[in-house]
């Protein structure tokens, strides 16, 4: 039998949830609300969707490898050069390639528990030694990172705000970390939920990269432009950072479809406000919901919430999916006790209440 990479043996491969067609045959239901995965319960934009309906693919041809249309649009959009800019298959592939690239037997990377897995995962793949420091209530203790920082550190990573807490980084905060940490340390800045932080707390933080010549900033359009199934993101870097993640790229790692949409989407931000207008009226109006129920939950500055629960998560999970809601059980993603929930429509969110109200009861 060949084997693979030693490392891999600490791994699995993802575990995707259950398809919705699953379960709805497992569970006798008509309809299912898909609060899993923190993509946009109001679809995308309608000029996408007029865009799709004249638009004809030439799929016989190769992508624009270096994204150029695209490219151009978002320095523009950004105040960054072109040159700044790399484009991956959702900026999960950007994390691959910052792998890749920085990391390797005899290194280390520094992150946050609980955050985004991937981070852990490709990291461990190229072999470095991963630490990782425990968030406090939530938020990323960024004193302990710089202080888990050694010789050996190539990269660490931030996640704001923090997926599965949703917390938001402070500004200042941010910039303190940036100020201590060695400039020969790459800092990922994961910003996939940067559409719906309050523009009082965000951290602007592509307005740094020329000031601190070891960071990223990582985006995507899977998350508030409601484009998870195209597969693109892009990271904003000086040039000697984005250049070295350009060798490891795959040439053609975008399709042309993607970025004629991305394109299009771009050009729609009254959508993008749309969406952050309901979705924070949702979270208002279910946070007010928690507080009655006198169920804790963390901050959020995204489309998800973390809520705390009575008994196991998973229990309360189990108990959701059979009435046609998925969220996921904290227990998998490090933090017992909770559910996290992107934040649907309105009336289904009306629904799920009701179904806690039961779940309370039962
Ligand atoms: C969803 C998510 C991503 C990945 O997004 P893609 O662009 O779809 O790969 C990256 N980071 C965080 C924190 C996310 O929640």
């Not at 709805?24 to 679809?43: A, F, H, T």
């Not at 350009?246 to 993008?272: C, H, K, Y």
């Not at 500055?301 to 996921?328: A, C, D, K, W």
Request: aromatic share 10%.
């Amino acid at each position: 039998m060949m084997e693979g990479k030693a490392a891999l043996k600490q791994l699995a491969p993802y575990q995707q949830g259950k398809q919705i067609q699953e379960i709805k045959q497992m569970y006798n239901l008509d309809r299912i609300v898909k609060l899993s995965s923190n993509e946009n319960p109001y679809g995308y934009s309608d000029k996408v969707k007029q865009f799709l309906n004249e638009y004809i693919p030439s799929f016989d041809i190769y992508p624009d490898g270096y994204t150029k249309e695209l490219r151009s649009v978002l320095a523009a959009k950004l105040n960054a050069q072109e040159t700044e800019l790399v484009f991956g298959s959702g900026s999960e592939e950007i994390v691959q390639m910052i792998c890749r690239t920085f990391l390797y037997e005899g290194v280390n990377t520094v992150m946050a528990t609980p955050t985004f897995p991937q981070y852990k995962h490709n990291a461990i793949i190229e072999g470095a030694e991963v630490k990782e420091i425990p968030t406090v209530e939530g938020y990323h203790d960024l004193p302990a990172m710089l202080a888990a920082i050694d010789k050996k550190t190539n990269v660490v990573w931030l996640c704001s705000p923090n997926n599965p807490t949703g917390n938001p980084m402070a500004k200042q905060e941010f910039i303190q970390f940036m100020d201590n940490c060695p400039d020969n340390v790459l800092v990922v800045l994961d910003e996939a939920y940067y559409e719906y932080v309050d523009p009082n707390k965000d951290i602007q933080a592509i307005n740094e990269i020329n000031n601190y010549q070891n960071l990223i900033v990582l985006r995507t359009f899977s998350k508030a432009y409601g484009l998870a199934g195209l597969r693109i993101g892009y990271g904003i870097a000086n040039e000697a950072i984005v250049t070295q993640l350009n060798i490891v790229r795959g040439p053609f790692n975008t399709t042309s479809i993607a970025q004629q949409i991305a394109l299009v989407a771009l050009e729609d931000d009254d959508f993008i406000q749309d969406t952050k207008a309901k979705n924070l009226e949702v979270k208002l109006s279910f946070q007010q919901f928690l507080h009655d129920i006198d169920w804790g939950y963390y901050p959020s500055e995204t489309n998800f919430m973390l809520v705390s629960t009575p008994n196991s998560g998973t229990e309360l999970f189990e108990y959701l999916i059979q009435h046609g809601f998925i969220v996921r059980p904290g227990e998998l993603l490090g933090i017992p006790n909770t559910i996290r929930l992107t934040l649907g429509l309105k009336e289904d969110m009306e629904r799920f209440q009701q179904l806690l109200v039961s779940y309370n009861k039962s």
